[in-house]
């Protein structure tokens, strides 16, 4: 959408798995909403809530949480801080008294099994993720308020415009590929120079470079807990964890106890192709076995492809000597900007355009984002992210059981991979011979997922979603 201003703190968001749209989005619809009924006065009012969760959010709600999102949200933790831990205990809680700390702070009666509606036929036209809050206040009067969880994390309520700027006017506004490359000529600046030129309309540089090290640290944390945890994956697939049995055996049974230590012992292992490739996908599959279990994980941009930006970078650091600030800093930046061209003309919603929506526009982020730190010029990082996104182009989103576990954890081992070759081929190419843009592909994948059946867009009703046989435990 043009004219949307983005930063790189809307693209990366620190929250909790396992989904973007189906987990995080909803929790921050119902924050958003006891704020709009703290601010009308109308809080301590509430005797009753409801919560319709329609199209995708209903299909596939119980497998992404959405249910206990919402009652999370509803209670005023904030996705950002929460303890993890707590979540299951916090949940078990309000189904076994009936009760619920409304913005935790006022307490109302409310069953989940009778206020948490799943409507599995019924659709509204502006996006399949969509839930509506109906509340009672002690006056009688009903209100009613319609959310819609767009991609990444974004919630947009109904009948406000997605594309306001917020006040904010960047030096260098940005809505295609073409314009970004257009601003880097004309000012010597790389990508990631530019973007922080555009941070600045938010926050000092000094602000902005403290939140990148903080979303950093979060990746960097959830890779070295996911290399570290044993186990299955809850839901009823009986999923065990990989992560952790690769990581022991790569290290050949050696333990460390911290994140330095580990990344120096996985460097002296050398790198021919078939370790590094290994440690590429372990790292991939760390995160998302954490996002699986209700983890704390980077957005990036989506919750479902939270593992390929993580496992680049971390691929980065441990094989090319990517270990400083400014290095991880020029990453994310870089990767940010590819990642807000994608959620402006296309999408970055599984709802609405399949899979390559997530791990496809994950991995073409991933792809820029190295080129640029391995010297790549603007022209290559942009073609890197090019070829990363043509080579997703068609990725359907069909998780089986609603689950963001099969084949969703091997989608990033293999949304890496495939970012780690674009890059490889954007720099050892000539980007002025390439036939086909970042913008064109942009806007192919938009096509593509308009053309796109409704049942491979994470509804859980085509693809390996209904071709495998499970028999889940009853929700």
Not at 69 to 90: R, W, Y
Not at 234 to 241: D, T
Not at 275 to 289: G, I, K, P
Request: charge should be negative.
């Amino acid at each position: 959408m043009p004219n949307e201003c983005i930063s790189v703190f809307d693209i990366f968001k620190i929250g909790i798995g396992p989904s973007s749209s189906h987990t995080l989005g909803p929790w921050r619809a119902a924050m958003r909403f006891c704020d709009e009924l703290q601010a009308m006065g109308m809080l301590q009012m509430v005797t009753q809530v409801k919560v319709l969760l329609y199209g995708s959010l209903a299909k596939t709600g119980h497998g992404h949480g959405t249910d206990i999102a919402v009652q999370l949200g509803l209670s005023g933790d904030d996705p950002v801080t929460f303890d993890v831990n707590n979540i299951h205990s916090k949940i078990d809680d309000i189904r076994r008294h009936r009760l619920l700390q409304l913005h935790g702070s006022h307490t109302v009666t409310f069953d989940p099994v009778e206020d948490i509606e799943f409507l599995f036929e019924a659709s509204l036209p502006f996006h399949p993720n969509a839930l509506t809050f109906l509340v009672t206040l002690s006056d009688g009067e009903q209100l009613a308020a319609t959310y819609y969880s767009i991609g990444g994390g974004f919630v947009v309520k109904e009948g406000e415009s997605n594309s306001g700027t917020g006040g904010v006017e960047l030096p260098f506004p940005i809505d295609t590929a073409r314009q970004l490359l257009q601003w880097c000529i004309k000012t010597g600046y790389s990508i990631s120079e530019l973007v922080m030129e555009n941070e600045h309309a938010w926050r000092s540089e000094a602000e902005t470079r403290a939140g990148v090290m903080k979303i950093w640290q979060v990746m960097q944390e959830c890779i070295y807990r996911g290399c570290h945890t044993t186990g299955e994956l809850p839901g009823g697939l009986r999923v065990g964890r990989r992560a952790a049995a690769l990581n022991k055996k790569l290290l050949q049974g050696r333990g460390y106890t911290d994140y330095n230590s580990w990344v120096n012992a996985i460097r002296e292992g050398g790198s021919h192709f078939s370790y590094t490739l290994d440690w590429v996908s372990c790292f991939a599959l760390a995160v998302n076995e954490e996002n699986a279990s209700f983890g704390r994980v980077v957005t990036a941009p989506t919750n479902g492809a939270a593992g390929v930006i993580p496992a680049v970078l971390q691929y980065y650091i441990a094989f090319c000597d990517g270990l400083h600030d400014e290095k991880i800093l020029q990453f994310i930046l870089t990767a940010s900007e590819i990642g807000s061209i994608f959620k402006k003309r296309a999408t970055i919603s599984a709802a609405m355009g399949g899979c390559q929506a997530e791990i496809g526009v994950s991995s073409a982020m991933a792809a820029a984002a190295l080129t640029e730190c391995l010297g790549g010029s603007q022209r290559q990082v942009l073609m890197a992210a090019e070829i990363a996104m043509e080579h997703h182009l068609g990725l359907t989103c069909d998780p089986i059981g609603g689950l963001v576990q099969v084949p969703c954890i091997e989608r990033n081992t293999m949304g890496a991979i495939k970012a780690i070759t674009a890059s490889q081929l954007a720099l050892q190419s000539n980007p002025e011979l390439a036939k086909v843009s970042l913008d064109a592909v942009v806007k192919t994948m938009w096509d593509t997922a308009l053309d796109m059946n409704s049942k491979y867009k994470e509804t859980s009703d085509g693809g390996l979603a209904v071709n495998i046989p499970i028999s889940l435990p009853e929700c």
